[in-house]
């Protein structure tokens, strides 16, 4: 039976109305907060004079949010359903919605009503001055101090490593240009960091300061097992951002170090071996010693990233002319 719930997702609204307006909302166990979330959404849209769709990402929800996500699909045309077998996390319900998503301009936002729709308005206004992403800033943020102070941290040291200066990476009220969300991959816990991969690729990223409400119904889904992805996804978003492009400059400077290291050991190694057959004291016998071992390591570790730098080089080259296309702003002519 839940199989057929959601026949009609790969339908649009009727082909008079062009979707101008995508919103975008990962649910999971928000079966309580689904209801006023869809009340204040459709008062807000409702007063745009912009075609729009809502598009809820049910993330394997255990509670009732599939049901009530049904009777909204069932009674609005505008409301559109996905609903994944288990939860696969945040960042796989915002690909799956970006790819399914038909606005020119796509809104994501929480299903937990922290987030407040009557800012849609503002999001929308900011991206037609031009951005490209709009990000929205928690100003005074209704968390307790065991969310709100390990993100500050997270927020300074991200803008420090991405130099992307921004306050809130983490806040999911976000407003985008359509072709931003197609150009961008989101996975594991990236999708934090949309705004340092979308600064990565060129793009224009602006920060509107937002209301956020208290939570009123249902538990944060933070936990303390993301304080140690993010760090490691903020060293991949680094990784790309820097060296995507050109793998060698960093498996060959961390090769080069340790070659010279190698060289410059053995090569004193070698000196005090000359000296000691040219009539030197034993000290300077150079058999069985663990410093010999150590350079020739040094040495073998550094050819090898340097070559696995040169390997990265060629297989980016490659990639380089299908990334074309997704870095040209516009063509005239």
Known sequence: MKEKRYERIDKTVPDCELINLSIIIPVLNEAESIPRLYSKLKGVLDNLNLGYEILFIDDGSTDNSSIILEELY???????????????????????????????????????????????????????????????????????????????????????????????????????????????????????????LAYWKGYHIGEIKVKHHARKHGKSKYGSSRLVKGFLDLLTVKFLMSFTKKPLHLFGTIGLLFLSVGF????????????????????????????????????????????????????????????EETIIKEKLG
């Open 74 to 196: 069932n009674k609005d045309e505008h409301a559109k359903v996905i609903q994944f077998r288990k939860n696969f996390g945040k960042a796989t319900a915002l690909s799956v919605g970006f790819k399914h998503a038909k606005g020119d301009i796509v809104i994501t936002m929480d299903g937990d009503l922290q987030d407040d729709p009557e800012e849609i308005p503002t999001f929308i206004d900011k991206i037609n001055e031009g951005y490209d992403l709009i990000v929205g800033w928690k100003f005074q943020r209704k968390d307790p101090i065991t969310k709100t102070l390990p993100s500050k941290i997270f927020n300074k040291l991200t803008a420090s490593l991405t130099r992307v200066k921004i306050h809130d990476f983490n806040c999911g009220f976000k407003a985008y240009r359509k072709e931003v969300t197609k150009n961008i991959e989101v996975y594991g816990e990236l999708h934090r960091y949309i705004p340092a």
């Open 264 to 323: 410059m050991i053995d090569l004193y190694l070698m000196i005090l071996h000359i000296l000691f057959l040219l009539g030197g004291p034993v000290e300077y016998e150079i058999r069985d010693r663990p410093l010999l071992l150590l350079g020739i390591l040094l040495m073998v570790s550094g050819v090898q990233l340097i070559s696995i730098g040169l390997i990265g080089e060629m297989i980016a080259s490659k990639n380089q002319k299908d990334d």
